[in-house]
């Protein structure tokens, strides 16, 4: 993470400067409550001198869809949103890989109002640049704790609140010399890691768990189904996933937008395969680097050139 901050914030439909984008203290905790946001990354291709949101449209359409589900009211359109997030990453002239989070929360109290809250929404930038073929790997475990249900708090929306789950998961496997927690949820199958989703090859299958399973309906899995299905002709199931599949498989690795693929070595202690970034996990990794920086020029449509 890079020490110095980008010079402005868009609060409630303007830029403001970094220093100035603040809310009263008595709103800790409670705007957090209430509070939805997207997680999207922007891909600077070196050789083109040009900068690509990914799947820009698709984290705009499930924010609504987060701040819609928590009843909350739109205060910005998706096209207003879209052209704030390209005039802020130009405002703060991101000329490297970087991240962009829209939040949006409403400082209508602990539990909000019956008749829609009107929404605020921030949105911030930051460069972090992508780890892809880096050649990082994990190692997992699962986690004693259970995934939150759709019935107690959707993991379909993103909410800030539901990441105390992700905390308590991802804090544990770190202070037990893991380096992420994967989650079972409520039917005891296997449902994501804290902070992505996660994939499966067994037997030259691609497998992951359906989006009923207690997981963010994640952007970079429905991506990399598609690439895996169309682009490289692979079996690709969304079914419900054991625990011990993933110790019998010879691939598993994470997607999200943060944590692009990360390949996972092990699993309890188990080695996957032969604790090596597999064949098909490196394929994947590949083509998924080439198309976010706009060096495979296939799917335009999935990147928004700032
Ligand atoms: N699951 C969780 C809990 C996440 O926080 C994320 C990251 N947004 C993902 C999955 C991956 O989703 P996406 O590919 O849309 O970033």
Redesign the pocket.
Known sequence: MPDTNPQFVWVDGKPVAWNDATIHITQVGTAGVSSVF??IRAYWNADQKKLFVF?LD??LD?FAQSIRLMRMQQTFSHAQLKNAILELVRANQHAEDAYIRPIAFTEAGMFGSAGGDQGRIVINTQAWQSRLKSGKVNHACFSSWTRISDNVMP?RV?ASS??LN?RLAGEEARRNGYDSALLLNANGKVA??????LMLVRDGKLITPSVTSG?????????LLEISREWLGLSVVERDVDRTELYASQEVFL?????EITPIVSVDRLPVGNSEIGPVTKKIESVYHDVVRGIDAQCPEWRTEV
């Open positions: 997207e997680g799947r698709a984290h499930r993991p993103k539901n990441y992700s994501e890691a804290p902070g992505a989703c997981i963010l309906e994640s952007i970079t899995r429905e991506t997607c999200g937008t943060g944590a």
